[in-house]
């Protein structure tokens, strides 16, 4: 049965620095800081402080990823998965939302994965952030990286102007400082330090049951629609 592609885009923010510079400032080896996104129906979907955003595949100020991922083919249509965006860009995924730490652009990619095929990202990119805090370092940089959000420039927001070829020129960073009214509060710790992982009120936890129900959801909207359309 035929569908559609879904890849995981990979993108070093670093642009190289912390596979040099991470073993002499952390005592570990980490090879980048990863950003991800889910690319489906010819698009790039990711979640940054905007919120949900989507752009031309590699169309944000970090050109083209570093790895590509294959996650499998999908069997949803784009029209119930822009529905499920929607959704998640309203609750467990608006602007509000974001952190860097507990919160993020790999959160939002190994959600959407699991949704679309029932496969999830690499753990390392989504383990990143208990790597770092779980050195001595790391602790200590870490009131500097809450106050930080990831939004690369060249989206638009999802439920916006359908075209990504018309927009604000983006900034050449992808880092900016998080306003006050998008910084939660710091994630609880167990005893090794690690931070753990965020409840969200819409987590999706049975993912089957949400495309169900997504799907229900369309196909009733197509009966009321048709019923209109006889009488």
Known sequence: MSGSPVKLYVYDLSRGMARSMSLPLLGRQIDGIWHTAIVVFEEEFFFGGGGIESCAPGGTILGPPDSVHDL???QITREIFMDYLSELGSSSFSGETYHLLQH?????????????????VPANIT???????STPFGQMIRPMIESMSVSPGGGQPVGGPPSWRVREPASSSPWTPQSNSRQTQSAPQSSSGQTQ??????????RK??????????VKVRNIARHQHLS
């Open 197 to 206: 992982p965020q409840s969200t009120p819409a987590k999706h936890s049975a």
């Open 104 to 120: 993020n652009c790999n959160n939002f990619s190994s959600e959407v994965a699991q949704f679309l095929t029932g496969n999830d």
């Open 127 to 133: 383990n990143l952030p208990n790597e770092v805090l």
């Open 209 to 218: 049951g949400d495309r169900e129900a997504i799907i229900l959801k369309d």
């Open 72 to 74: 499998g083919v999908t």
